[in-house]
């Protein structure tokens, strides 16, 4: 314990000269429409490529930068790398570039200052309102009070998508969201997994749920499709896009550039995805 303790207080300690170091990069995952598999928007995905632990998952560190405070910088930084990212893919393709999708905090949500961040980022970089979607979780949506969710109407009114996350690992209340401002639901991959251990046994709660979502007017998408059975099934489901290994792991922004170079309409799986 003392051992895990002290590696946590390390990652803590060295989380704001790591920013400023470089050792944090974005990846994107795409997001596909159900069925078909056309590009609709894109996960942006942080990593940490620690000098001497390797490249560490968001699940080993945000926990740490909430409690921190470093989630404010981190959290600018992820933004602002993002809209530059997606802002460059709606120059390539303005009239078919995918909306980047970037996971929010419920610290950040409650900072005073985020709208007016948001704001300046997609000034600065150019990046239409409509193509930024901003993804909080289920319980953070939940336990949301005035002040996150007067920022999360100022930024739908602004354009900007909401969508609440990992739905299915908590609450799974679908009343809730008819006070939010949100748009779609992105079902986690654990409920899909529990759903599906040995294949699709249940279907009829996914049904139900995309059922429930789409008369309240949302979309939903399901996260960590492995095989094309799954998507098939998803699809008769009523789920309307998809992302997961199936489709394509995450890559590097400029893999996706590539795609969206390409004259034909951008879609997945592909045969190849460049990568470099």
Request: charged share 20%.
């Amino acid at each position: 314990q003392q051992a895990t303790d002290s590696a946590r207080m390390a990652l803590t300690t060295s989380m704001r000269s790591a920013l400023e170091a470089g050792e944090f990069t974005v990846v994107y995952q795409p997001i596909v429409a159900l069925p078909g598999g056309q590009l609709r928007g894109v996960e942006a995905l942080l990593r940490w490529d620690h000098p001497t632990l390797g490249e560490l998952p968001p699940e080993a560190f945000i926990e740490l930068a909430e409690s921190s405070g470093a989630i404010t910088p981190l959290g600018r930084w992820v933004m602002e790398t993002a809209c530059a990212q997606a802002a460059e893919w709606h120059r390539v393709r303005p009239g078919g570039a995918p909306f980047i999708s970037v996971n929010l905090s419920a610290q950040q949500a409650t900072d005073p200052g985020f709208v007016g961040d948001v704001a300046r980022i997609m000034a600065g970089t150019g990046l239409p309102f409509r193509l930024l979607q901003l993804e909080l979780t289920e319980s953070a949506l939940v336990g949301a009070d005035s002040r996150p969710l007067e920022t999360l109407q100022e930024l739908s009114a602004m354009g900007v998508r909401i969508a609440a996350d990992d739905f299915g690992s908590g609450y799974s209340n679908l009343a809730y969201l008819r006070r939010l401002p949100v748009g779609s639901l992105k079902l986690s991959a654990s409920f899909i997994k529990e759903l599906w251990p040995d294949g699709p046994t249940d279907e009829p709660v996914i049904a139900a749920l995309a059922g429930l979502a789409h008369r309240l007017g949302l979309e939903v998408t399901v996260e960590g499709v492995e095989t094309s059975e799954q998507a098939r099934q998803l699809c008769a489901l009523g789920c309307d896009t998809a992302q997961g290994w199936y489709y394509a792991a995450a890559v590097p922004g400029h893999d996706i550039t590539a795609v969206l170079r390409d004259p034909a309409p951008p879609s997945f799986p592909r045969r190849t995805l460049p990568h470099g």
